[in-house]
């Protein structure tokens, strides 16, 4: 996992000046489908890159990363609406996407209702899970799409704000902007841990 990062990190920071918005914008709607890219190693560099070397914007780097991860849940929610319950939980261990995770997304979602939405873009697994029970269910889309864009955006806000804030104190780095990821290991130890206490626990009492 460790070495995938790496490669992945050692791509975009050599592809980010070409890509620029558009591919934030483009990886953030990948993470927020099924696809296991951490928006912790898309945000943080784009906006350390934008403070030291101004070829991007804080504001466009989070818009950017907004309007890709709005992109993202919305492809979820019309396809679990499109194709339905049955179909998703029949095909969906073929992309990782088993029955447990599926129910566990669907007792979040019961739950919590559009606050769960919301707080869903701020935490791992059910971020990238959340639009297809709320398809399945038909939530109105249009409550759907304020809370995952108004999410969206403080996390990519929350995200730019810590990699201009590196790019603040360049020591943090030690030199390397590759050390850069050594913080992203914190910061998913504690989504981690928000996880556990907010989103497994919770949804396992409602389970019961």
Known sequence: ????????????????????????????????????????????????????????????????????????????????????????????????MGQAKIELAERWCTHYGLPGVFFSRLLPVIRHLIGIPTGILRMDFRWYALATLLGSLLWCAVLAWLGTAVGQHPELLAGSLHRFFALVVGVAALLAALYYVFVRRATARTGK
């Open 1 to 96: 996992m460790a070495a995938s990062l790496q490669h992945f990190s050692d791509w975009y920071l050599a592809t980010l000046s070409q890509g620029g918005y558009w591919l934030i914008a483009g990886l953030m709607a990948l993470e927020s489908t099924l696809v296991p890219i951490p928006s912790e190693v898309i945000i943080p560099p784009a906006a350390y890159l934008a403070h030291t070397q101004g070829q991007l914007s804080f504001v466009g780097v989070v818009l950017a990363g907004t309007a890709g991860s709005w992109a993202g849940a919305s492809l979820m929610y019309w396809a679990a609406r499109l194709l339905g319950r049955p179909l998703i939980v029949r095909y969906g261990r073929f992309v990782a």
